[in-house]
């Protein structure tokens, strides 16, 4: 048995009956049908994507999508995009939408940043009922975004909760007459905050959870170091917490801001990128130009194209310092005068068992 | 495509379907015992009916059709009213569709997408011991109707798929007026022409046809002159007031000493509706003046009402050349009305909607507001337009404007209810598919199918709206004034491609007029600016025309009385 374990497991042989292919050939053919459904999956609908961004195709031209060469249009519908901006603030083209949208992502993932920030650091230490109180701030994080949607509709209704609220608690601080009517939805200078209210809301439970994850996972020793030796929490905070939880903070925010860009459902609920086009963030600016207000899928196509461009620029811009913050950490168990690049598994192990 | 709402005001308060009754336990027990006790009692008395000879002969005259008629429904006293003979549109209907499926020994089975709040007038008996409709053409005529559900917010983009996928599946589909150019230059509806001259409908039968005769038809049922669906229901917009507070003495009083002029019974013109509706208003907020709706969506066509009475007979959307025309004085003034009546409504009316507008008339909030012309037919016994104000509403055509010496009051309707062949459905079937509309769609039997309570497709033909079963529910007083507001209905932005994307460019425009994001002249600039680019993307000779063919759309006449 002993011998069995310790002797090197033996090479499968194929067995007869391929036709002589080699061992390579067969492997490429037993993926194949799995290589060429992916394809399908994720290469067809770009190209189609990419090939109707070229055309003014609109469904109701009469003509099947294949046939969109027929409003061959080259980059007429990117120019548009690009060229689109409008009054600041109010105006309802594509640059106000990305305007908006980065507005909203900053702000959100801004706020749920801090604030899950601060819940984790809160719930690093046990107290009674922690456990029950963590499912409690995980709750919104799995509501369906459109119901999230809904209830911040109704909360944000003029003779709403919210507004009742605001009565209840600062009728005398304004010196209010009556009930105060703050108009959520229907104001423009203030509807794109109630869809970042709603947005912070349900998605500083993701923040909360990745950074305590985090937190919980960091080297009590090093910690316990710093508090043996007198540092205060704002310095361990700031010398030893900080940088350590760097690369997570970094992957919360990512993600956050990745989904934040895209964020649809609970803005096109609560108020379908109106009043005019004052919350029409970039994917409800795809909606009404694609679905809800016309039918333009060759401009969609390119805005979709550009949006793509941005974000995936944008993650590879803040990818990089997580490299950087991984290659650092390597290079710190290696020794300093060691370069991140030339640090090959081998040493990253070895250095972290001598450590 | 169709426009979505996608919104929760997005609900229409329009009658709740009932598709069918459950049967619960208790029921079955109850019905059970009194079955049994019928079964006991029965045997004691006898187990035959005692018929007399007149009972008799009052059953037997309610289960056949009456002399000279071929078909209609039976068993109920009153059938004969929908009831047809050969030579009638739904008679024409039925003998084709006979004679497709060989007198029902080829029976067809049609696919039929329709609203789930609609379905039930198709479905559901009514009244009691009549056949459901649905029931009666099979029996006729051995077509066999499946109907595929769907709910108004999905069914703009179930035929969009429909459109995308040339999906051929359903053989009759659900659009909206506003649809019809965007989907016939899709090529997703079939052009009707062809049949509507082989089978004569009576869409314009003085008698059966619609109210408002060849122009409603060409409102309803066409697209650049040719016929490209049927309509099935009246989206109209119908002033409701509180007759009380207009009839007031002392209110009649106060009006003439603060405006110098008598307070009529319903305003006639936009400058006493304005006046009317700042004189109702109560600071307190107990009472506001008037709640039509401003809100995205929905808004637009109270703008419209204003701006279509500009000239006479009618201030048409678009000039020569689809030249946009909302950039105009009537443009501007329309608007700049449109953001004043913020004054006398309820706070925050951006938001509000027509769940809000139902139950603020109800409770005797509003004096007067635009809304469905379903709403009377709601103030019924616990609903929300019954809170103890129900007796005292009634019903108008929409103010106007003194032009030339005439007086121009118009109504906008707004998408309605339609159906059309599938185009890509199998050809074989179009003919059959589109004389189930004639049949349906039919003076007879659409009168019958609109006093159904069990969907929401409102009347709009002349023999509905005198049909007793239609007028018991819809009530007398708002029947009668609908004969007048029909024919005075202006169309909203429709029969020509792209139709709700200039709709949605106006809206967009109004709401950053209405929350100060844009003067009312800016407002209309913008529009203008962006319908110049719609037409343009479109083809201004094509889009030119099909403005001009739609002008047959627009009422030319002023008789607003009884």
Known sequence: MDAEIQSKPRRLSWPAGLGGRSEKTVAQLLIAPGQLLMVFIVLFPAAVAIYLAFTDFQPTSGYQWFDAYKGWHWFGNYWEALKSGGVFWTGGGFWMAVFRTVIVTVLGVGVELTLGFALALLFLKTFPGRS??????????????????????MLFQTQGPVNGALTFFLHDVLH?????????????????????????????????????????????????????????????????VLPMMWPIILIAVIIRAIETFKIFDSAWLLTTGGPGDATTTISVFLYRQTIAETTRWGFGSAVAILVLIMVSLLALRAIRPIEAAQEESIGELVGADVEAESVSLEQAIEAEARL | MEKQDPRPERTIPEEPAQTGRTFGRAAF????????????????????????????????????????????????????????????????????????????????????????GAVGQLTVPFPKGAPAVAALLEKETGVKVKFIQDTPNNNGQKNLQTLSTRDGGLNILQTQITDNGDFAEGKMLRNLDEFVAKYRPDWADPKWGYAGGATTVALMNKYNGSVYSVSFDGDYQVWVYR???????????????????????????????????????????????????????????????????????????????????????????????????LAWTYPDTLSKSWPEQYAAMGAGQLAMASMFSNATKFITKGSPLDKGFGSKLRTALAPGRMVGGKLVRRSVIYFNAQFAVNAFSNSKLHEAAYLVLQWAGSGQIFSWMAGNPAGYFDPHGQSQLNDPLVRASYKPYAS????????????????????????????????????????????????????????????????????????????TGYKYHL
């Open chain 2, 29 to 116: 027990l109850k019905s059970a015992g009194a079955a049994g006790a019928g079964i006991a009692f029965g045997g004691v008395a006898g187990s035959a009916k005692a018929w007399t000879r007149s009972s008799r002969n009052a059953h037997l005259a309610r289960n056949r059709l009456a002399s000279g008629n071929i078909g209609g429904p039976t068993g109920f006293a009153g059938a004969e009213r929908y009831q047809y003979g050969a030579d009638t549109a739904a008679g024409r209907a039925i003998l084709g569709l006979k004679q497709l499926t060989n007198n029902g020994k080829k029976p067809i089975t049609l696919s039929w997408r329709i609203w789930n």
């Open chain 1, 132 to 153: 029950v109180l963590t499912v409690v701030f995980l709750l919104p994080m799995m509501v369906v975004p459109a119901v999230t949607g809904f209830i911040f509709y």
């Open chain 2, 243 to 341: 007759v009380d507070l207009f009839d007031n003495a002392q209110n009649q009083k106060d009006f003439k000493a603060k405006y110098g002029y008598e307070l009529n019974d319903f305003p006639k013109t936009w400058k006493e509706h304005d006046d009317a509706a700042a004189f109702f208003t109560k600071p307190d907020g107990s009472l506001y003046g008037s709640g039509d709706l401003k809100n995205p969506f929905w808004g637009y066509v109270n703008w419209m009402m204003r701006y279509v009475t500009a000239a006479a007979p009618n201030q048409h959307y678009f000039g020569p050349a689809a030249k946009p025309l909302v950039n105009s004085r009537a443009g501007i003034t329309a608007t700049k009305e449109h953001v004043a009546s």
């Open chain 1, 176 to 240: 209010a007459t009556g009930h105060i009517h703050v108009p959520w939805l229907s104001d423009p200078n203030i509807a794109l905050f109630a869809i970042i209210l709603a947005d912070i809301w349900q998605w500083t439970p993701l923040m909360f959870l990745i950074l305590l994850s985090g937190l919980v996972s960091l080297p009590e020793d090093q910690l316990n170091a710093a508090r043996i030796l007198g540092a205060r929490f704002s310095d361990q905070f700031r010398y030893l």
């Open chain 2, 480 to 555: 009668d004034e609908l004969k007048v507001i029909i024919p005075n209905t202006a169309p909203p932005i429709a029969g020509v491609r792209g139709a709700n994307e200039y709709t949605q460019a106006l809206d967009t425009n109004l709401q950053k007029a209405l929350t100060k994001q844009a003067s009312p002249e800016s407002a209309m600039a913008a529009t203008a600016a962006a319908w110049e680019k719609i037409t343009n993307r479109y083809g201004r000779a094509k889009q030119a025309a099909a403005i001009s063919a739609g002008l047959a759309a627009w009422p």
